[in-house]
């Protein structure tokens, strides 16, 4: 990622990678579950959400899995997902 935040061809290539195409989803994401605040997004936002939870969670447990360990990331999800308290 740092490689093609430099270089703007390859920045491209991941780009379409990750997001391969305006409206590629619709509806509510799939782990956005209807009265969650994740679920009142549009499903394009929603997956950027859930990219960048993925990719810097995967990068901080690599980097100090001691302080950011695997199973904290379908925690994250849950609480994402989780539906909203009344009131």
Known sequence: ???????????????????????????????????SGLGELPYDEADAILKSLDLGMRLLTLLAPERCPPELFPKALRLLAAPKADG
């Open 1 to 35: 990622m740092v490689h093609a935040v430099r270089h703007p061809a390859v920045r491209e290539q991941l780009v379409g990678l990750l997001f391969p195409g305006e409206g590629a989803g619709s509806g509510r994401h799939p782990p956005a579950v209807e009265g």
